[in-house]
């Protein structure tokens, strides 16, 4: 059977409509959700759960201790960091999206994703669509079965393990593109020639 994934027209009216949404009523929680959902190939609870403490930015990835695959560690792209760096983190909440109202994480993502894709005129788009198309942009850019499984926290290609510090420099550069690309498509930047610039990192 083949999976749903989205070309790069459906990337840009995806792009278009969280903007939309950001300045409109739609709660910032759930336009940050889909957009690391999209430039990450992570799956829905390791964002919708993701905390602070999970987030190595000098070693350019997240750091899941409790994932399908189990202890798993994802390399992950400049763009993402952008838009958690545009994320105001509250001292009493571990969480990077915390819950509206009350303790815990966000949990109005199911609600929201159908509002959003519905701005998008997007039909049977899941979360997962969103990994898929994360893995099919990476089969694009020409990145090997491995490569793609160790960045999408695929078992067949995890980089798991509690004890790995340092990932391999060659898979973080390949998160980094295939994170760019989508972020290019998202924005209507794709086929210009831009130099982007090297992410500064806090001292």
Request: aromatic residues 6%; hydrophobic residues 40%; positive net charge.
């Amino acid at each position: 059977k083949r999976e749903r994934r989205l070309t790069a027209a459906e990337f840009k009216a995806l792009g278009d409509a969280l903007k939309a949404a950001e300045e409109d009523c739609e709660t910032w929680q759930a336009v940050a959700a889909v957009r690391l959902l999209a430039l990450t190939g992570c799956r829905k609870g390791e964002i919708q759960t993701l905390q602070w403490a999970n987030v190595d930015e000098d070693g350019q990835c997240f750091r899941l201790a409790d994932t399908k695959e189990g202890a798993s560690v994802r390399p992950i792209g400049n763009p993402v960091f952008d838009v958690l760096a545009k994320i105001d983190r509250q001292d009493d909440c571990p969480f990077v999206l915390p819950a509206v109202r009350g303790d815990g994480h966000f949990g109005g993502l199911p609600r929201a994703w159908g509002r959003i894709m519905a701005r998008a005129k997007l039909d049977e788009v899941t979360a997962h669509t969103l990994r898929h198309s994360f893995a099919s942009v990476a089969g694009d850019l020409g990145f090997s079965e491995p490569t793609i499984a160790a960045m999408i926290g695929h078992s067949a290609g995890s980089v798991t393990g509690r004890y790995i510090h340092h990932l391999d420099s060659v898979l973080i550069a390949a998160a980094d593109k295939v994170a760019r690309s989508i972020h290019a498509m998202m924005t209507g930047a794709e086929g210009k020639v831009v130099k982007l610039p090297t992410r500064k990192r806090k001292a």
